[in-house]
């Protein structure tokens, strides 16, 4: 078996125990291993073969044993079982936007339904719509959720798929003899939030050996296409990568034309032509026969036609080359600029280290203050915390706020559900306790768009909420999340000055880049938070700061980048009523 099957197999058994309605740590161990392993940049054979298994994060020895069994045996017996209760069609229901394992196991059990097609055919027969808890209403999002996966399919994955294999490889590369310069380009450089294919640049004088070299990564299932100076792979998880190599001295216009976007390259081609130029990939070509003239650098590419270097994060044709011309680029947001993290869990809910081990990890990565804000008592699944034990956690809060010392602040904070009938899991005395209130929606994302709104005003217009947090509460690649009012909330945040969160998960990416940019235009205070769960989880900040850079925000705009003592009092000031603020 190759890694693809591999995480095939783990998240068909996640789904599984879903529809089952199995123990949800059960289920999540299943998911985490899936996205473990999609993550991996290596053959799971050879690692597998060094006994190196439980290396992988996620993997404990009966997963371990699991996935040895697939590699000798090419079966998993616990698969096998489980399909015999729960046919395996019903899993690719679960693809089908709106449709949760409740629904496909009601379906299953009383229509008798077991694939998507027989499911289809019941839709357009108005079949679903007399099920209990069902209606015409709920048919046709059924039919429009199969419509747009046939569009669509999952074939993009999420930057922090994408990502950290993308980097693996160019490590790989950059140790090739005559290599002077490698990165990513494309839709990865510009960190979109999903991510089509890989595009990898790397400049050398003969592209021969990097090809040579690239092709035989461990992380490579296919070659799909090799020419002079590219070559295109398909890898182990089933990803693209496309691999393309010219001299040092093309450099700047080879990093530039694959970096895109299609739209932005556009813009600068019709520039160049007004300046009797042609442009592509390899150089500048004067129309009338002249010499090329090359770039070694962007920037040099830029200046030619009499522009500013433009980010990568801004390169979507969204006015940033009217912005450079008239010497209005933003000074973007940068990751140096993060000074604390607003919104991490603990062991208190669904957090894997204690309050004062994530407050270290926080300071160890280069913070100095943070917010500890575990679930509310109506996330049960998440184990939140009651009115008694969030007071509890006050005093753990404390300690660890003296422990770390003057120099790192702990905050105690919440992530406070705003409960499907729009009302909040504390009461105000209650929040009027803690350092930083977050709200956010986790259930009912399918309500109407008017309820969904309603919702998140009301947590808004609450003076003790100083946050919301991934406001829509989308799910990448593909799962969209609640059908907000997005101007209404902005205008509502804006009003009241409540802070609208970028949370860095590249699952989530919520606020998105769009919004972002409506939130930057109308004075919204944004912050970018990891919602780390685990330490290695702060790494994830890099994908928030680049949604918010995307979004065309600047460090002002990011209430992370503020001192500490200004972000204190821009919270408290939304306590008091208006007349005295
Ligand atoms: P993706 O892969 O769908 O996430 O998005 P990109 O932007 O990475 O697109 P991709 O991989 O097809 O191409 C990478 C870059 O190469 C793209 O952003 C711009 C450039 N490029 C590719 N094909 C064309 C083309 O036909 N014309 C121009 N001007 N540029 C192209
Ligand atoms: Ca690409
Ligand atoms: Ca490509
Ligand atoms: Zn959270």
């Not at 090419?74 to 046919?87: H, M, S, W």
């Not at 306790?433 to 309820?451: C, K, N, W």
């Not at 799910?475 to 949370?503: H, Q």
């Amino acid at each position: 078996m190759k890694n693809r099957e591999v995480v095939d197999l783990f998240s068909r058994v996640a789904d599984m125990l879903a529809i089952r309605g199995d123990q949800i740590h059960r289920i999540l161990a299943y998911r985490k291993a899936a996205e473990s392993v999609e993550a991996l940049g290596r053959d799971i054979n050879v690692v597998y073969a060094e006994g190196k298994l439980t290396d992988i994060p996620g993997i404990g020895d009966t997963l371990a044993a699991k996935i040895e069994e697939m590699l000798t045996t090419g079966r998993l017996a616990f698969y096998d079982k489980l399909a015999q209760e729960i046919p395996p069609g019903l899993v690719d229901m679960l693809r089908v936007e709106g449709l949760g394992p409740k629904r496909v196991k009601q379906v299953y059990e009383t229509l008798k339904i077991t694939t998507l097609d027989e499911l289809t055919t019941a839709a357009r027969e108005g079949k679903l719509r007399d099920l209990p808890g069902m209606g015409a209403k709920s048919e046709a999002k059924i039919l429009a959720g199969i419509a747009a996966l046939a569009r669509h399919g999952d074939t993009r994955v999420s930057l922090g798929v994408a990502w950290p294999i993308a980097q693996a490889m160019l490590d790989e590369l950059k140790r090739v003899p005559g290599v002077t310069a490698a990165a990513v380009g494309g839709s990865l450089r510009r960190m979109r939030e999903t991510i089509g294919d890989i595009d990898l640049l790397v400049a050398a004088e003969s592209a021969g050996e990097v090809m040579d070299r690239f092709a035989a990564l461990e992380n490579v299932e296919a070659v799909a296409g090799r020419g002079p100076t590219k070559t295109n792979v398909v890898l182990l998880n089933g990803l693209g990568v496309d691999l393309r190599v010219l001299p040092a001295a093309r450099w700047g216009t080879l990093l530039n034309y694959f970096t895109g976007s299609k739209d932005h390259n556009v813009k600068l081609r019709e520039m160049a032509l007004k300046k009797g130029l042609s442009l592509n990939e390899h150089a500048f070509t004067p129309l009338d026969g002249g010499d090329e003239i090359l770039c070694a650098t962007e920037e040099e590419v830029y200046a030619r036609l009499g522009l500013p270097f433009i980010p990568p994060s801004l390169r979507e044709d969204r006015g940033e080359i009217e912005a450079a011309l008239a010497g209005k680029l933003p000074a973007l947001v940068s990751l140096d600029d993060i000074r604390y993290d607003l919104h991490m869990h603990t062991t208190w809910s669904d957090g894997a280290l204690s309050v004062l081990e994530m407050a270290r990890a926080a300071r160890d990565s280069g913070l100095r203050a943070v917010a500890i804000t575990d679930h509310s008592v109506s996330l049960g699944v998440a184990n939140g915390l009651s009115v008694e034990r969030l007071r509890q956690q006050a005093a753990e809060v404390r300690a660890a706020d003296e422990a770390l010392g003057p120099d790192f602040r702990v905050l105690h904070g919440t992530e406070m559900e705003i409960r499907a009938d729009g009302t909040l899991d504390f009461p105000d005395e209650v929040l009027a306790e803690l350092d930083f209130v977050i709200a956010s929606l986790h259930t009912g994302l399918s309500q109407s768009r008017e309820q969904a709104t309603r919702r998140v005003l009301n947590a808004i217009e609450n003076p003790h909420v100083d946050m919301i947090a991934h406001p829509t509460g989308r799910l990448l690649p593909d799962r969209a999340g609640a059908d907000l009012d997005m101007d209404a909330v902005l205008a509502a945040a804006a009003a009241t000055g409540t802070i609208l969160e970028i949370n860095a998960h590249p699952a989530r990416l919520d606020l998105r880049d769009s919004h972002v940019r409506r939130a930057v235009e109308m004075g919204v205070r944004i912050a970018i938070n990891t919602d780390a769960h685990r330490p290695e989880e702060f790494d994830n900040r890099k994908y928030g700061v680049a949604t918010a850079q995307r979004g065309w925000a600047t460090a002002a705009d990011v209430v992370n980048t503020w001192p500490l003592d200004e972000l204190l009092q821009f919270i408290q000031a939304k306590e008091r009523p208006p007349a005295a603020r």
